[in-house]
């Protein structure tokens, strides 16, 4: 056999075997390393009291709500640049800044609507539905009251192109001024257990 001939030969052997060039560059890992960063970026955000998203700024008072199944939750959501509005997978958390304890998780799809400044805010903010309802009292687990105390908030976001973003911030649970907030700070205090009469 000629040299060049063996060197046909062990050509075709190579190529019999393995991944051809394109096969490679269309698989998956090859896919996830050429992905540019994401851009996706989020500002967490909460529903007032008279139904309007609100920002959230650092030590922010959050009102706990009272929702149709009862209990006391956080309305807490976020505006977001460069994620597909309407495929946006949020996880919210709350945290315990004192010994740092995850209490409460939810997560749940929402709607955002896009606004002339670049930012997508949550849809009809007045209702439920657009909003983590995180879950905050009465909880089992807390070591100290859950209203006028600071917690860790914390939420990702996920979009159905797979972009991600996430954004941290110390809030302080409130209840309601006055005598509405009675069951609230009854239901919220350390040590309250389901069922328990407040006043």
Request: hydrophobic content about 40%.
């Amino acid at each position: 056999m000629t040299r060049s001939l063996i060197i046909l030969a062990a050509l075709a052997a190579c190529g019999s075997h393995g991944t051809t060039p394109a096969e490679h560059d269309a698989s998956p890992d090859s896919a996830t390393v050429d992905a540019p960063p994401s851009t996706a970026e989020i500002e967490l955000m909460y529903r007032s009291r008279d139904g309007m998203a609100t920002a959230c700024a650092p030590d922010a008072a959050v009102p706990l709500t009272l929702p149709p199944q009862g209990g006391f939750v956080l309305l807490v959501g976020l505006r977001a640049k460069h994620l597909d509005p309407a495929s946006v997978m949020i996880t919210a958390s709350i945290r315990d800044t004192v010994g740092g304890q995850v209490l409460s998780v939810e997560q749940r799809p929402v709607t955002l609507v896009p606004g002339a400044d670049g930012w997508a805010t949550p849809d009809m903010p007045d209702s439920l539905y657009n909003w983590a309802n995180l879950p905050a009292c009465p909880l089992a687990s807390a070591t100290r009251d859950l209203f006028e105390q600071p917690y860790l908030l914390r939420i990702a976001a996920e979009d159905g192109a797979g972009a991600q973003a996430d954004a941290t911030l110390t809030i302080v649970p409130a209840c309601d001024a006055g005598s509405g907030g009675d069951l609230c700070r009854c239901q919220c205090k350390q040590g309250y257990k389901l069922g328990d009469p407040c006043p």
